[in-house]
């Protein structure tokens, strides 16, 4: 190092020392200072331009085209900081042999003194700078030779605030970007450097199929698939490549890009491998994709659910129909009908849904007569839960704000486990007598008594781990609800025949007498549909015409009662039901057995309904149904 250069940084030394002893005194609320000549004179700088810069600042604004340079005076304490910016010691500042650290708020930050200037100095104000330019030491000249940029409002932003800034903006870029993929090679077996196994390199390259990567890239299509590959992986996109493409491979790979609406441009056909360019268009198959997987996944849970509620709403009737069978009548119109549950709509009436529980879930609900001590009728909803039975009326306010109105009100409340037993008779009415344990019973007339007796045995096995008892007699009696002095007691039920459907209600005293046409047999049970897979399977029940088979695909046909069967073999055929006529085409001089049925020829206009109905069933079956 020449001689000159070593007595310049010695200077610099000297000033630095001499920076380190200057004091600033305050007067008007502004910085002065007491002695600034000794620290000019090493640095070769004006004392009077020194003293400026130590006590003011220059701060440069730009507003609308136009630039204002503004000189602040500091005070005490901003002296204090600019000077200490020179070259004085501050408590955050500790010095060591070839640098400094500075105590940051996120930590200690070490500095070093080599190439210190160039990567630090843009973090000065611009006035310390500039004074430093005009020092007439060359050595201190020397570190600050960028000329300033006029107009700057902010201060330089520094060198790690410009590594992050950088870095954003090129991560940036790379999420615009095609995501590229790392291929890692195992260089040698050794782990050693500088080894290298050109036999074990080529081997992965080939295996990974490195060569042909860098040339599908190389025309910008980056995914490539076999035919058959492609095929068997989308065929499930279209109905003409599922389940099976029997064309030509490039043609069931067009109707698949077709069928996704993918631009012709995003996709090549090699000889024997299709090529895709984008992975967006890849993504849009996979999705495709997965959306048919998902569709047909739910047509088989439709079927799988469609089919177990069937055979346990086929079970429920079966159920329900064994509660009576050779016990009690049946009516015609209660062997055949839908169970719903829920005839009131509860969930739907908010005046119903406050009485119960929300947790208690509404297996049944109708409306039904409930007799008094009196044998009076009065309307009530009976509603079946999973641990009471609700009997809820109407009730008018007769006082406060809501005087006037109708409000629903629970009658009474039992609980399933006091149930003890219901009554019936023999015959085909509606009535159900509840027993309840230590309390009085309850009179109903249930008109689907069946579903409700059902129901109610269920949820005791379910629930208490018993059936109902049913007890079938035509004259009982039962306790009525004391309701004063004269209130209490017994009444009695008693059944006789007669000749309506419809019973008749005869009220003596405290003897009811009901009056009834006997209905269907007892012994008569609801039509269950029973799948069979040929003629040996089928069900043999009186009244059905044996037949031979016919072809799934034959028209549908009602032929007339003359007409004979059209056979061929190979192929199941359902039963047809046989209504007898008389060959003329009168009707006959009988009635249908056990059923007070009208004669059949006052049937005749339902006997078109009939033929529609029969009509739509072969539709529906892809079998011949007739009526004979």
């Known amino acids: ?144 030779p960028d000329v300033l940029q006029k107009g700057s409002k902010t201060r330089p932003t520094t060198a790690g605030t410009k590594i992050r800034t950088q870095a954003n903006e090129l991560v940036t870029t790379l999420m615009k970007c095609v995501p590229h993929y790392i291929r890692c090679i195992k260089p040698n077996e050794t782990k050693k450097p500088h080894d290298w196994d050109d036999q074990m390199v080529k081997h992965q390259v080939e295996y990974l199929g490195l060569k042909e990567n860098i040339k599908v890239k190389r025309a910008g299509f980056a995914y490539r698939r076999p035919y058959q590959k492609f095929l068997h992986r989308y ?147 009976l509603i079946l839960t999973k641990s009471h039975l609700y009997l809820i009326g109407r009730m008018q306010v007769k006082k406060g704000p809501e005087k006037g109105q109708i409000k629903d009100v629970i009658k009474r409340k039992i609980d399933l486990e006091n149930i003890s037993q219901a009554t019936l008779s023999t015959y085909q009415d509606d009535l159900v007598l509840i027993h309840v344990r230590n309390d009085y019973e309850s009179l109903l007339e249930i008109r689907f008594k069946t579903e409700f007796l059902m129901v109610l045995n269920n949820k005791l096995k379910e629930r208490h781990n018993r059936e109902l008892p049913l007890n079938f007699i035509n004259s009982f009696d039962f306790r009525v609800k004391k309701t004063g002095w004269g209130g209490g007691g017994t009444r009695r039920v008693r059944f006789t025949d007669g000749t309506t459907d419809e019973p008749l209600f005869a009220s003596s005293g405290s003897t009811l007498s009901v009056k009834i046409a006997h209905g269907l047999s007892s012994t008569s049970r609801a039509p269950v549909e029973v799948p069979f897979q040929g003629p040996q399977d089928r069900p043999k029940t009186p009244g059905l015409a044996a037949v031979s088979p016919r072809p799934r695909a034959s028209r549908t046909t009602i032929s007339p009662p003359s007409a004979q069967p059209v056979t061929s073999p190979g192929f199941p055929r359902p039963p047809v039901a046989r209504m007898p006529l008389n060959p003329g085409g009168g009707p006959p001089a009988f009635r ?37």
């Open 235 to 381: 065929a499930i996109l279209t109905k003409e490549t599922w389940p099976a493409w029997y064309g030509e491979p490039t043609e069931g790979i067009n109707v698949i890009m077709r069928s996704v609406n993918m631009d012709p441009a995003q996709y090549q056909i090699g000889r024997s491998k299709i090529f895709v360019k984008d992975p967006e268009s890849l993504y849009m198959l996979e999705e495709s994709r997965e959306r048919k997987f998902d569709h047909y996944a739910r047509v088989i849970q439709k079927a799988f659910k469609k089919y177990f509620s069937k055979q346990r709403y086929l079970k429920e009737k079966m159920a329900a129909s064994d509660l009576l069978v050779n016990r009690k009548e049946r009516r015609r119109n209660s062997l055949n009908r839908n169970f719903y549950g829920d005839y009131i709509g509860v969930e739907y009436k908010p005046g119903l849904t406050a009485l119960i529980p929300r947790r208690d879930k509404v297996e049944f609900a109708l409306t039904v007569d409930k007799f008094d001590r009196r044998f009076k009728k009065t309307k009530r909803d």
């Open 1 to 144: 190092m020449a001689e000159e250069t070593q007595m310049d940084i010695l200077s610099v030394v000297a000033a630095i020392l001499h920076m380190g002893n200057i004091s600033f005194v305050e007067q008007n609320n502004a910085a002065t200072i007491s002695d600034a000549a000794f620290p000019c004179l090493p640095l070769g700088i004006d004392e009077q331009k020194l003293g400026q810069k130590l006590t003011s600042r220059v701060f440069d604004s730009k507003w609308e085209g136009k630039s204002e340079r503004v000189d602040v005076t500091l005070n005490l304490e901003q002296a204090q900081f600019a000077r200490d910016a020179w070259f004085g010691s501050n408590p955050h500042y500790q010095p060591f042999n070839h640098g400094f650290t500075i105590k940051h708020y996120a930590g200690n930050v070490s500095y070093h003194v080599e190439n210190f200037c160039e990567k630090n100095r843009d973090v000065l104000f611009t006035d310390i700078i500039e004074v430093m330019q005009g020092s007439t030491n060359t050595f201190i000249r020397s570190l600050f």
């Open 592 to 628: 249908l057995p056990g059923m007070g049925s009208p004669p059949i020829q006052a049937m005749q206009p339902r006997l078109h309904h009939l033929a529609i109905l029969v009509q739509t069933i072969s539709q529906a079956s892809g079998m011949e149904a007739r009526v004979v």
